[in-house]
Each structure stands twice: as C-alpha cells, then as structure tokens.
C-alpha cells in the first residue's frame, strides 16, 4: 500500500493539509468498512395495521431498520471474536432516517460467529429480494443531492450496474404505500454505454419493479434527443425534445477513490488515468447541460480524488456554457463531514506524478515532450477566473473524515437570468436534423401528440414547451482536445438486437382474460401493457410503462435510442400441463403495481397455518390444508389468484398479499426461491422452504454477493 506516484501527486494538489496528510494516508490504508443502504421508497408510519404484499413486506424501510435496530445490533453488541469485542453495525450520521448501516467485521468473523453468521444470511437475503442495498457510503451521496421528486423526468446518463439507479428509483416512488406501488408521473431513464453492464443494471433494477423506468445503451456524450409530442398555442402538435428535471453524470473515472476496496490501484495509480478520462468527462456533463430542464438540476460525481477529473471537468463546462452555476449545498446533510473544492490544483503529465505544473502555460513553456504536451489541453489546468466559478461549492469527501471511500460531487443548476432566446449550435444542429422543431415563440404546453390516438390524450403526460424554448448560450466545447477526443467513437456495444415494443390494445383477449380473472378494476391503465417479441403479440411477458413512458417509445424509434427495457413485468404465461389452456399469471414482483386495481373482495382469505404449509413446499395439495382456506381455494378454477394472511408478529400486525396458482389438485406459491426464503426467514427465523433443504440457495448467495463485492474500479458501489 504504497505508491511514490500517488502521494508525491496529491501532496503537490494540497488536497488535505500538511497535519492531515498521516490521517489521510493511513485511512487509505484501512479496509473498507461494509456498508448497506435499506431501500426506502415506502411510506409508512401505522405500524398498527399494514398491508402488505411479498415485496412490500421487504421493502418497508422503517419496520426493517426498526428490526435491525432492535433485534441484530442488540444481539450483535458483545460479541468477542478470538478474544476481542467486535463492534456492533452502526447507523450512518449524515444518511436520511437512519436508513444506511455501517460495520467493519473482518469476512472470518462473518463466516465463523454465530450471531455473525445470521445477520449476514439476514443481510444476504433481503438484499436479494431488493429491500437492502449493499452500497458503498459515499456512492449513496449523489442521489440524495439530486433531490427526485415523483413527477420529475430524471436521466442516470451512467448508470450501470445501477446502485444510484435504485436510490432515485426509491425516491420517484416515494408516493407508494405499503399495499401498492405507485405510478409515478414523472420517468428514470437509465443509460450505459456498455451492453453487457446495461444488462447487470436491468437485473438489478428488477429488484425494484417500476412502470416508470427505461433502460438505454448509448453513448452519453453524444446522447440524442428524445422526442415528445408539443402542443403549440394554435392547437397543433408537433415532435420536440424531451428536456430532463434532474441528470446524474456519476460519469467514468479512475476510481481512486475507491482505492480502499480496489487494492490494485496503489500498485497501477500514475497521473495519467485521470487525464485521459477528462475530455470525455466535460463532454457527458455538457450534453447533461444541454439536456436540462429550465430549472433543473445537475449532480456530477466521481470516486477520483483527482482535480481533473473533479473540479477541471465542472470548470470547462460552466466556462463552456455560462448559463449554470454551482449550488451550494452546504446546508443539506449536515451531519455530513466534506471538504470545499479546490479553487487551484497543478496538472502534469509526468507518470511519476514527481513534477507539476500550476498554469497550462508553464507546462507549454516546459522541457516535456511534444507527444506529452499534445496529450493536455487547457481545461486541465484551472482556469484564471477560477473564484468567480465558486469551484469551492464542490464537495470533496475523504476516508479519514467518516471512515469512507473518496469521493467528489457537484450540483449545477441553470441561471435563468442569463439565458439567451438565441438556440445554441447543438440545439439548431439537433432542430436542422428534424430531431427538434425551430423553437417557435408560440409553442406551449405539451399535452398531445398528432400521432396518440385523441381517446388517449387526456392521458398524456404534459411536458412544457419550454423544453424547446430558451436554451443556454452556445455550449459547443472550447478546447482543442476536447473537440479532437469528440471524433473518438466510445464503444457503444455494438450491434443492436432487441425485440421491438409493441403496446397492445386493450381489447387483446389474452390482455382481458388477465384483467377479468384476476378481477382487475376499470381504471387500470390498459392500454399502457407492452410486450417484446417481433409479432407484437402476448405471447410469455406483458409489461405495464407508465404515461409518460409509453409516450416516449411511440415518439421514438427504440433502435435509434437503443432502448433496452421499459416499464415492469406484471404477468407471465404459466404453461398449464398436458391438454390444459395455457393461461397468464400475476408475477410476485407485479403485484404490488397490479394490487391497487384487483377488487378486494376475490382476494382468498387465508392463515398461518396455511401460509407455512406453501413456504414449506411447493405444490402442497388443496386437501392438506386447513378449512376454511381448503374450501376456498378448491371453488376457485385453475389459474393465478391472489391471497391475503392476516399475520401477527411480536412487532406488529399486518395482512401479506400473495400471487398463488391453483392446479387440479395442488397450490403453489408463485415467488422466487429468494423471495420464498427471505420470507421463511423473516416470519420463522429460519429458511423452511425445501430449497434450503436441498442445501443450494445460500451457498450460491453468498457467491452472488461476493462477486458483486468484487467490482472494477469504475464501480463506486
Ligand atoms: C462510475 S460507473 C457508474 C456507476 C453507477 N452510476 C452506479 O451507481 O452503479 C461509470 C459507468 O459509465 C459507463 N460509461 C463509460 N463511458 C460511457 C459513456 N461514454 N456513456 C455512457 N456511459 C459510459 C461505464 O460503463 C460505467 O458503467
């Protein structure tokens, strides 16, 4: 842990005093401690009677932190390990409610302590079924500066594998109840620019299942508009551009911060990780600005400790587009300890990070090979009205101050004042190549599109024509290498094969047979059910988009914004046994969206007895179930149905809402094998289900936690 390149570089930045600089580095030094985050998208504050479904029951933030709080910590608060006391976890000061936990335990202790040993399967499983998020402290920072409120249009221009994703996804959510979630207004569009980590982004989101989410895999820098109907004064509609509420650019960088859980970074760190990634770093943060709703919001992060990646980057794009600002954030998280940003920092190009230099001029003026210099540009250097940027604004979050990894955020948000009527190049480039329309003075409130049929249009998601109004001044970027790296093409993960989106009509007979034998009210939004395949048919997976959703995938061509997923799977084809009618069935992760429109009253009243008999096995008979529940599932016909138990616990009453599946003669339980043991476990205290007696589930867990654990340097999760 040691690297002459590394300190002789941040020594020569003044990124901690000369007193601080032993801290600084000992911390680095230090293991990581394991961090998690309890998912908090529900609201709730009745504990005296809750409704909950299987997936709801995991994602009630209060009751699970209430659980940790009261049952592990106390049962984990003295334990000695091989002589020594081991420290209990603990909550994070800065994080909201209490909700993020914190404990160093070295991995023996966790495999080889009992009481360890269950609060890790504990942590295993909930993690699993979505209600826990394994997550590095300072990783949970930038959404919380993002501010998402449910309506807002948000973009996550980097998101993969998607641990910010999940926490803004929470918040777009924070309108659900315990019974239900909601259907947000407002859209997360998630992107990567790698296939294969697009993909880990969409497993993990299905943790969280939103009819507000779609998935992307392009090029950030280069993203292209979005387009959305505008209803102009006169009444007619036209394409515009879908300007965004709130973006995170928690953009690609070299991860030094990370370098606690990283350890091969203090034997490969030198100077030049960070600069090559700067000119691609200024050019998502200015397509962010250019994508910007008037009074949006910005929050650009890394896990590099290294001023050009940081505060070089935020200084060429407010320098580029003049019309944002920093915001100072001061105020919020209080209890967070953090640093200002620098206002001077010294850019080099010497791989052993030995010499500095303070302007871009005296590195010009310098003895460096031409080849080197060519590989700066100006923007790595401050700039010389560095003050009146208040670079300061900047937060910089360093392992010895609360025990975390390194870390950089800033919030940028749009000055109205200094707009222009005048669109910039971008802009007119965008309008001349009939992905925007010239802006007009008269265009106004975007409610309905020429192209959705008028019984949708009271439906449609109003989006202000602002959007295509007033844009910053010209934001095409400045510097020689950065216009140079433009040309760069960023692997985009090639070709491009997914199953077009099709939304069927709401008359589909396999679309009604759904609604009418689940009981499914009227004011479910019909004609919002999607599917994949080439015929545009329901053939295995309906999926439910919100408004705002659907209107994007009718506006745009899904090839040309290489959308990968959009919405969530609410039903399945469950393939019915020989000479049986295949039908459709309600997924466990569908049921809290489809819940709030299936009339109570065919929901199947069920008991404790009952409920352990499913998680034990898997198709127990209708006859070994106790009455009444036997009689009322045997008058149901085959197929999907939903079941409530009225639980008790010591900490509280509640009703679970389950997805069964009536056969001839046996009932299943249609969750996941996770889902059904972290449920096991939950209302038990031990895994009951035959999975676990077949030994398998939390060996392969605890491997699936342990690769995640293992991520690159560019994850900061
Ligand atoms: C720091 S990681 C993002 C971590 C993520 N926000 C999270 O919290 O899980 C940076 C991501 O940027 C992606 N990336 C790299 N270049 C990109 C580009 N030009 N456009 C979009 N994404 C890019 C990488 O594939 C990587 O997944």
């Not at 479904?53 to 659980?67: E, G």
């Amino acid at each position: 842990m040691n690297n002459e390149r590394f300190f002789a570089y941040y020594k020569a930045q003044n990124i901690v005093s000369e007193a601080e600089w032993p801290a600084f580095v000992e911390a680095l030094r230090q293991h990581l401690p394991t961090t998690f985050r309890v998912a908090g998208s529900r609201q709730c504050d009745d504990f005296s009677y809750l409704l909950l479904v299987i997936h709801h029951l995991f994602r009630i933030a209060k009751t699970l932190n209430s659980m940790i709080k009261e049952l592990h910590v106390p049962s984990l608060s003295d334990v000695v390990f091989e002589g020594q006391k081991i420290p209990p976890p603990v909550q994070l000061p800065w994080y909201p409610d209490g909700l993020a936990w914190q404990f160093n335990v070295p991995k023996k202790v966790l495999r080889k302590s009992p009481e360890f040993k269950k609060f890790h399967s504990f942590l295993v499983f909930e993690t699993e079924v979505g209600n826990i998020s394994r997550q590095e402290a300072v990783s949970m920072l930038p959404p919380l500066f993002l501010d998402v409120e449910p309506h807002h249009k948000v973009m996550d221009m980097c998101a993969a594998p998607g641990s910010k994703t999940a926490q803004i996804l929470e918040a777009l959510h924070a309108q659900d109840t315990e019974t239900a979630t909601s259907i947000p207004s407002g859209l997360l569009l998630a992107n990567d620019s790698d296939n294969k980590r697009t993909h880990l982004l969409i497993h993990q989101s299905a943790r969280l299942p939103s009819p507000a989410l779609m998935v992307t895999n392009l090029d950030a820098s280069n993203y292209p508009s979005i387009k959305v109907p505008l209803l102009a004064k006169n009444g007619s509609s036209r394409l515009g551009q879908l300007l965004f509420d709130r973006i995170l650019c928690d953009v690609p960088c070299s991860g030094d911060g990370t370098i606690r859980k990283n350890m091969g970074i203090w034997k490969s760190w030198q100077p030049m990780d960070g600069n090559g990634l700067h000119a691609l770093q200024v050019r998502i943060l200015l397509r962010a600005m250019n994508l910007l709703e008037e009074d949006g919001l910005i929050v650009y992060s890394t896990c590099s400790l290294n001023p050009v990646e940081n505060e070089a980057v935020v200084a060429e794009a407010l320098k580029s587009n003049t019309a944002f600002e920093l915001v100072d954030v001061s105020s919020k998280l209080p209890h967070l300890d953090r640093r200002p940003g620098l206002t001077s920092w010294r850019a080099t190009a010497d791989r052993t990070g030995a010499t500095t230099f303070a302007t871009y001029e005296d590195f010009m003026k310098s003895s460096v090979d031409d080849s080197l210099k060519a590989k700066m540009s100006e923007g790595h250097w401050p700039p010389q009205d560095a003050e009146s940027l208040n670079l300061q604004r900047c937060m910089r979050i360093y392992p010895h101050l609360q025990d975390t990894g390194g870390f950089f955020v800033a919030v940028l948000k749009r000055t109205p004042k200094i707009h222009t009527s005048a669109p910039s190049k971008e802009r007119k480039r965008e309008a001349d190549a009939g992905d925007l329309p010239s802006e007009t003075p008269d265009a106004k409130r975007l409610k309905t599109s020429a192209e959705v049929p008028p019984d949708q249009e009271a439906r449609l998601p109003v989006v202000t024509a602002d959007s295509a109004g007033p844009v910053p001044v010209d934001t095409e970027l400045e510097t020689s290498t950065v216009k140079a790296n433009s040309k760069k093409k960023v692997k985009d993960g090639g070709s491009f094969k997914e199953n077009p989106y099709t939304f069927l009509s709401p008359d589909d007979p396999i679309l009604r047979s759904c609604i009418e034998r689940l009981h499914i009210t009227k004011d479910f939004p019909s004609s919002n059910v999607l599917v994949r395949n080439p015929e545009g048919e329901a053939a295995r997976s309906l999926y439910l988009a919100n408004d705002l959703v659907k209107t994007v995938i009718e506006s745009n061509n899904y090839e040309r914004i290489r959308l990968t997923a959009a919405g969530t799977k609410v039903f399945a084809k469950q393939e019915a046994g020989k000479g049986a009618e295949a039908q459709f069935r309600v997924l466990g992760e569908g049921l809290p969206v489809i819940i709030p429109f299936i009339d109570p009253a065919h929901i199947i009243v069920g008991d404790t007895a009952s409920l352990k008999t499913l998680v034990e096995s898997h198709y127990p008979l209708c006859s070994s179930f106790v009455e009444p529940f036997r009689s009322l599932v045997e008058a149901r016909p085959t197929g999907s149905h939903v079941v409530r138990f009225p639980l008790e616990t010591q900490s509280y009453v509640h009703d679970l809402l389950l997805p069964i599946w009536k056969s001839n003669v046996s009932v299943t339980l249609m969750i996941d094998k996770k889902a059904k043991s972290a449920l096991s476990l939950r209302l038990y205290g031990t895994d009951i289900t035959n999975t676990a007696q077949e030994g398998r589930l939390v060996a392969n867990l605890q491997q699936n936690v342990q690769e995640e654990e293992e991520g690159s340097p560019l994850e900061t999760m």
